[in-house]
């Protein structure tokens, strides 16, 4: 498909309306994202990396509007519930990782992907793999007796087919970020089955994130996207049940994209160098990800003051040991100030090393 | 069948390729033609030069005409153990359960139109009214299911004649007149259905495994210290391998398994491609155990070797409570065509089968036994062990030396015995068939 049969994208400086929405485009000039937000979130922080604010800027997007949207599922309440159980697993965490603060921040976001239609034209070859059964068995001797145990085992006959094929493939999903691979690692993914058509009023406040591959970066991944489709049909097709070596060599008739947009929240906290980290959740099934980091700083401070408590406990009980011969029962309580003083020195190695155990696996 | 669309017009299948049903519209699937199965279709052989009937000749290695001395080659490489082997599919093993020839027992020869009623079971046939030599006169029930492979005669009748001859001939315990009087004439070559079964045992033991210790003890009565023998008991356990390879399994219920074990073993490495002609003018027998049965057979067989396998992995002779679990996988099978000879004789009113190995020329037999030959040779075995322990006996119980003798004689009497029992068992089993 010749680059020229994509859809062509314009250049959108400032206006009024888009995709029937009071938004206008705007950027950030760290993370160089662009946004489709209402006039009052510019100078607000970029959903993006968190860390930049939105200014005003133009962006290069399909005048027409998105063709479906996955609508926002997860109530307010639920998303307390799902913030407070995510931050409920760091023992030290920095104060600004709370469930309300985080709350507070929540900002909806609709981000890009591509829906590619298509007719898939052309001629295919591929080893088709088709179960059969075969019987084993397993003998058991056992008090002067065999007993025999028999199992079915399915194993794969490949053979190889060709042939043509002329399909027509509707609604492909085609990343339109290029991180898109790392954001559905985080959020987990959608339901594309509960798919709707755009209307501009489901969009409520949500920031409209630009697509950063537009349809010719994101060619090759829609043309892979139909081989697999076909794949799978031509599999159907064979009545096999497996595939291997699929080789397609086709052309694309009548290729038609549109926008899906697909709904997340994003909040973000602060870590001990006041450096903001984004946390996403899955707008349609709460899937919630992103870095938890632990606050090594309050590790330390939990560590010096339950060291200091570990040496007075450790002294005292020193103490009551020198003035036994005065009075015995000091004896007991001298032990019991020193195990307690142990265990507090024992606790706080644990809260020094623990956050920047923790740490390292979150990064 | 062929999509219709401009820019699909110039495409081929690949060479030998064909149309196969498509489950989805706008989609055609070619797949490859199908090796095609050996020939099922009757094969009469008839001399192209003087119209006589030929058959396989195993001096020649060819079809031969006996007539007019035509002969042709066979175009048949060896393919020997790597010859192709199946798996255990349900479906194989449905179709072969359904037998053979059920579908065919009337044939119309080819040659001279007669109609011929078919032996359960032949897949070759002479037409008893024109002589011609007729091959694959029934159909398999399934591809897989036809024999594939085969070893040709290679020992010609002469010396099948002369060996059976001079097998008559040995064994003192045969009557003498036997090899004299006796004439194994009349042989008959037959392919005799086998099958061949490999599988990979993978087998866990456990066992109570005695280890013997020397022990000191104090003997009260005697007041001495002796040594005597205990035994430890432990547990252990083990696993072993064993990669069971051609196991052979006689496909014929139509003769003696006791001789067919006998004529063992047959040199697989010469397996050659089923070839109709190498089974023209020769008697040759479809399975009637079917492949289920006979795996059943071969399995027993490999379970018992494994079990030994596991008992010669216990490094002990004293060995109780022994458990196994013997996992069977990469199981698979052949069915092959073997050459044997077939003849029976008359001697004093009995009739004795004769079997030999078509490639080996190995002799496998009943033979009569001279019964007298053998309760003399069984009495003059015990005798010694008796007489002496009657001469012992009065020595004993005057109170002399009568305890050595007798021990002595009662060391014959078991080792005569047991020579005995050998005998008898070896003189029975060569009149068993």
């Known amino acids: 498909m010749p680059i020229s049969d994509l859809p062509t994208t314009s250049i959108v400086d400032s206006l009024e309306e888009i995709w029937g929405l009071p938004y206008q485009p705007a950027g950030c000039p760290q993370c160089k994202q662009v946004y489709l937000v209402e006039a009052s979130r510019i100078g607000s922080i970029c959903p993006n990396c968190v860390r930049g604010k939105l200014e005003p800027q133009p962006a290069l997007l399909r005048l027409e509007p998105p063709e479906r949207l996955i609508p926002f599922k997860i109530s307010r309440e639920e998303l307390r519930a799902i913030l407070k159980n995510y931050t409920a697993g760091v023992w030290i965490r920095p104060d600004d990782l709370n469930p309300e603060a985080l709350l507070n921040r929540l900002m909806p976001v609709l981000w890009p992907g591509w829906l590619v239609d298509g007719l898939v034209v052309g001629y295919w070859s591929a080893e088709m793999g088709y179960d059969y059964q075969v019987k084993s068995s397993e003998e058991i001797y056992r008090t002067g007796q065999w007993q025999t145990k028999e199992m079915v085992e399915t194993r794969i006959r490949w053979e190889t087919r060709a042939g043509q094929i002329v399909r027509r493939y509707d609604n492909i999903g085609v990343p339109g970020m290029e991180e898109h691979q790392r954001l559905m690692e985080i959020v987990g993914g959608f339901h594309m089955d509960q798919i709707d058509p755009y209307q501009p009023n489901q969009i409520g406040q949500a920031s409209l994130r630009v697509p950063d591959l537009p349809p010719e970066s994101a060619w090759p991944a829609a043309k892979a996207n139909l081989d697999r489709a076909a794949g799978e049909e031509c599999t159907q097709a064979a009545g096999a049940q497996h595939v291997r070596n699929f080789n397609l060599r086709a052309e694309y008739d009548s290729v038609n994209w549109t926008q899906l947009l697909l709904p997340v929240y994003i909040t973000y906290y602060a870590d001990d160098q006041g450096q903001a980290h984004p946390i996403y959740i899955n707008g349609q099934t709460g899937v919630i990800g992103g870095k938890r980091l632990a606050s090594q700083r309050k590790g330390w401070i939990w560590a010096g003051a339950s060291l200091a408590i570990a040496i007075l406990l450790f002294v005292l009980g020193l103490l009551s040991f020198a003035a036994t011969p005065a009075l015995a029962p000091l004896g007991v309580l001298g032990v019991l100030l020193v195990l307690l003083g142990l265990g507090m020195g024992v606790f706080s190695i644990v809260a020094v090393i623990w956050p920047w155990h923790w740490n390292r696996g979150q990064l | ?433």
């Open chain 2, 1 to 433: 069948m062929a999509l219709t669309h401009p820019r699909l017009s110039t495409w081929q299948p690949p060479p030998e390729y064909q149309p196969v049903p498509s489950l989805l519209e706008g989609i055609t699937v070619f797949a490859p033609q199908p090796v095609k199965p050996t020939d099922d279709q009757i094969i009469s052989y008839k001399c192209p030069q003087c119209g006589a009937t030929t058959r396989f000749d195993v001096a020649a290695g060819g079809v031969a005409c006996e007539y007019c001395g035509y002969q042709v080659g066979i175009e048949a490489k060896q393919v020997g153990r790597r010859a192709q082997e199946f798996e255990f599919t349900l479906e194989t093993l449905e179709d072969s359960a359904q037998g053979w020839g059920i579908s065919r027992n009337e044939l119309h020869c080819n040659s001279c139109g007669a109609n011929l009623t078919l032996p359960e079971g032949a897949l070759t046939i002479s037409c008893p009214f024109c002589a011609s030599n007729q091959v694959n006169v029934h159909p398999a029930p399934s591809d897989v299911l036809r024999p594939r492979f085969l070893v040709p005669f290679t020992v010609v009748i002469e010396t099948v004649r002369l060996k059976a001859q001079e097998w008559l001939g040995k064994g003192w315990f045969h009557p003498p007149e036997l090899s004299a009087s006796a004439v194994v004439d009349r042989f008959h070559g037959i392919y005799l259905p086998y099958w061949t079964f490999d599988a990979y045992i993978s087998a866990d033991w456990k066992a109570q495994v005695g280890h013997e210790r020397q022990e000191r003890y104090y003997d009260s009565g005697d007041k001495t210290w002796k040594t005597r023998t205990v035994i430890d008991w432990r547990w252990e356990d083990g696993r072993i391998a064993l990669d069971a390879d051609d196991l052979l399994v006689p496909g014929s219920t139509r003769v003696s398994h006791i001789l067919l074990e006998r004529l063992l073993p047959f040199k697989l490495d010469e397996l050659t491609p089923y070839n109709p002609d190498f089974l023209a003018g020769w008697e040759a027998q479809a399975y009637d155990i079917d492949l289920p049965s006979a795996w059943e057979s071969g399995k027993s067989i490999m379970r018992e070797q494994a079990k030994q396998s596991c008992y010669d992995d216990i490094h002990s002779s004293h060995v109780r409570n022994f458990s196994m679990k013997a996992d069977f996988s990469n199981e698979v099978w052949r069915y092959i065509l073997l050459p044997v000879y077939l003849a029976s004789y008359r001697f004093e009113d009995k009739i004795f089968q004769v079997m030999v190995n078509g490639q080996t020329g190995t002799v496998a037999g009943q033979k009569p036994v001279a019964w007298w030959k053998i309760w003399l040779a069984i009495a003059a075995l015990l005798t010694p062990g008796l007489l002496l322990g009657l001469v012992s006996l009065p020595f004993l119980l005057a109170g002399g030396i009568g305890a050595l003798p007798l021990f002595l004689a009662f060391i014959l009497l078991l080792i005569g015995g047991g020579i005995s029992v050998a005998l008898y068992k070896q003189t029975t089993a060569s009149e068993a068939a």
